[in-house]
């Protein structure tokens, strides 16, 4: 009996264990999951300040074409001699546009802010040329003119000169650009600056003789016959003074470091027009920068 006792007890509390021991012997280690991997980025840092030296060649084109049109028109305006040769005179002497192209250094400095893969700042540039040019022309056309009653052999000249300088030229500019990868191709517009010396000198006039005719007989003056003429000389000089204009840009920058690039750039500068002169400017260039 008293076995039976005993062994009806082991049997009721053996579940009550059972249900309280931790099995987790049996289904071994549990091992937490790691977390997802990101995906890869597509395009490097750009944001933040940066700055650069650049070397490039600049393509200068200067139009001298209408440098005698006020004066000549203002002669008119003065003369009646002129005045009645109009018709003819507005296009004399045609002044040439002129190329030339020389080196070009400097350097830069500018601000990036980035979101995601557009990239947009502002930067400022200062570049050293070098562009001398001049043109020079004269025209002498031959006219009957009648004037007072009497006819004479009429020679107008005019003599045209323009001369530019520019050394020096600044550019404050707007970017925007799409990083990708270690590229980032951007485009530029801004407003430009330049220390630009200009020379227009213009000078028309004329000089006519009576001439005897089989209807005329021209009057004597001083022992001269009657002649006429006028000259109406102009100039125009601006010197040291900065002209203002407008740029426009495509490049890339290429990272090869953390905070090293190089940049390939090519840009278009177009000044106002001092004394009638009109210049503009292509400049390509390449550049290495750094981030800070």
Avoid at 4 to 26: E, K, Q
Avoid at 74 to 90: G, K, M, V, W, Y
Avoid at 214 to 229: E, M, N, W
Wanted: proline letters at 5%.
């Amino acid at each position: 009996m008293r076995w039976w006792v005993f062994g009806l007890l082991i049997a009721m509390v053996c579940p009550a264990l059972a249900a309280d021991y931790d099995d987790s012997w049996l289904r071994g280690s549990q091992v937490m999951g790691a977390a997802p991997t990101p995906p890869p980025r597509l395009y490097r840092i750009w944001a933040g300040v940066y700055g650069g030296a650049q070397v490039g060649e600049d393509f200068h084109g200067v139009d001298f074409r209408a440098v005698p049109a006020t004066p000549v028109q203002s002669a008119i305006a003065q003369d009646a001699i002129l005045t009645a040769l109009a018709a003819s005179l507005p296009g004399m002497p045609a002044l040439p546009q002129v190329n030339s192209n020389g080196p070009s250094y400097g350097g830069f400095i500018g601000y990036n802010w980035q979101i995601d893969d557009v990239v947009f700042g502002a930067e400022f540039n200062a570049n050293r040329s070098n562009l001398h040019q001049s043109a020079t022309n004269m025209v002498t056309r031959n006219y009957y003119v009648n004037n007072g009653g009497y006819l004479y052999e009429t020679s107008v000249y005019t003599n045209s000169q323009g001369t530019v300088d520019m050394s020096d030229y600044f550019t404050a500019r707007g970017r925007l650009g799409w990083a990708f990868g270690n590229f980032l191709p951007y485009i530029v517009a801004g407003v430009a600056f330049a220390q630009v010396d200009t020379q227009a000198k213009v000078d028309i006039g004329y000089t006519g003789f009576c001439v005897n005719t089989s209807s005329q007989t021209c009057p004597i003056i001083g022992g001269k016959t009657q002649t006429i003429g006028g000259d109406y000389p102009f100039t125009n000089v601006i010197h040291g003074k900065y002209q203002l204009g407008f740029d426009a840009a495509l490049g890339m920058d290429y990272m090869l470091s953390n905070y090293v690039f190089v940049r390939g750039e090519v840009e278009y500068l177009n000044f106002q027009y001092p004394s009638e002169i009109r210049l503009s400017t292509v400049s390509a260039r390449t550049a290495i920068g750094l981030r800070f």
